[in-house]
Structure formats: C-alpha cells, structure tokens
C-alpha cells in the first residue's frame, strides 16, 4: 500500500526515543569515613536500609567505588551534591567534610 501525502504537506519523522540519557552517581572511597557514616549517609539521602547502606560500604572500601544511584542527570546532580553536602563524619576527628561522588553516564 502506498503512503499518499496532501500538496504541501511536510513529513516529519521522530526519530527521538523519548528517554533522557540516565547518569550513574558513582560513591568513591576515602580513608576518613566509617562505614557507619556511610550507612547514615546513604540512608538519609537515598531512603537506604541499614542492610544495604553496610553492601554498598563494603564495595566502595573493597573496589573504591560505588553505584549509589542510577537516574535522569537533575535527579543524579542532585544526589551528588546531597553527598557532597553531608558533612565531615564524626567519628572520625581528623575527617574534613564529606564523602566526594561523581557523575558517569550511563553507556
């Protein structure tokens, strides 16, 4: 079957797939937090459980980094600076500030 078109009519093809790209909040280690704040962070700016706050601790202190968050990059920038704004652990008298996190796209 043909497609016919009126005189004058203009085609367009839409070609987006309608998906924002997604970016990957990427929690990196350091030496000056504990896995409890780690814990405490991840909970309050996440809604993490204890259980996997303590998971996500063990793979950033054995591989030095972590997937913390997964989503549109508003929503990721925003996690980001969440964990940068955390502040210094407690715990740990000679700790400066917060944990650092960075953006990666997702491929």
């Known amino acids: 079957m043909a497609t016919t078109t009126k005189p004058g009519a203009e085609v367009f093809e839409d070609t987006d797939?309608?998906?924002?790209?997604?970016?990957?909040?990427?929690?990196?280690?350091?030496?000056?937090h504990t896995y409890q704040y780690v814990v405490i962070m991840l909970g309050a700016v996440f809604g993490y459980?204890?259980?996997?706050?303590?998971?996500?601790?063990?793979?950033?202190?054995?591989?030095?980094?972590a997937i913390v968050f997964t989503?549109?990059?508003?929503?990721?920038?925003?996690?980001?600076?969440?964990?940068?704004?955390f502040g210094a652990d407690p715990l740990m008298p000679e700790c400066k500030g917060s944990m650092s996190a960075?953006?990666?796209?997702?491929?």
């Open 17 to 32: 797939t309608g998906f924002a790209p997604l970016y990957h909040v990427v929690l990196l280690d350091d030496d000056s």
């Open 49 to 65: 459980s204890a259980e996997k706050g303590f998971a996500i601790a063990c793979v950033v202190d054995s591989q030095g980094r």
């Open 71 to 85: 989503g549109g990059e508003e929503e990721a920038r925003l996690k980001q600076e969440q964990i940068h704004g």
């Open 102 to 107: 960075i953006l990666e796209p997702v491929q």
